[in-house]
């Protein structure tokens, strides 16, 4: 099973940013990132079909968030701008299970599909 580990959560006032990285023993061919708040559900943010431009984001991304990778580092990161009260949650990198044939950023967080570490805190406040 492929490990990560999340890093660069903190607490950023609102119209901040923050870039996440995560740090894979292994790139698998698709790679992505989801939160969860408290008493949510899982929200997907971003996948990046590995070493590709592909991305694919959730709706409520509004460009605000950029996905990317450095596969030499096999560094993945999430680069966060603009952000708002309702993107406090904690972030979690994920990757395709072998099992998993796709890559939809709509089933981010399910474990059948993904696995992933620890997570970081992200907190937005005014």
């Known amino acids: 099973q492929v490990e990560v580990s999340e890093a660069g959560g903190g607490s950023v006032r609102t119209g901040g940013a923050l870039k996440l990285s995560c740090v894979a023993s292994?790139?698998?061919?698709?790679m992505g990132w989801f939160r969860q708040a408290p008493e949510k559900e899982p929200e997907g943010v971003a996948v990046?079909?590995?070493?590709?431009?592909?991305?694919e984001y959730g709706d409520f991304m509004s460009n605000r968030f950029t996905i990317s990778q450095d596969l030499a580092k096999k560094l993945m990161y999430l680069e966060m701008n603009n952000l708002q009260s309702d993107d406090t949650a904690m972030y979690y990198c994920?990757?395709?299970?072998?099992?998993?044939?796709?890559?939809?950023?709509?089933?981010?967080?399910?474990?059948?599909?993904?696995?992933w570490g620890q997570g970081t805190q992200v907190t937005v406040s005014l």
């Open positions: 292994e790139f698998v061919s698709c």
């Open positions: 990046i079909v590995t070493g590709t431009e592909h991305t």
């Open positions: 994920a990757a395709q299970r072998p099992s998993y044939g796709g890559c939809s950023v709509d089933t981010l967080g399910r474990p059948n599909f993904w696995s």
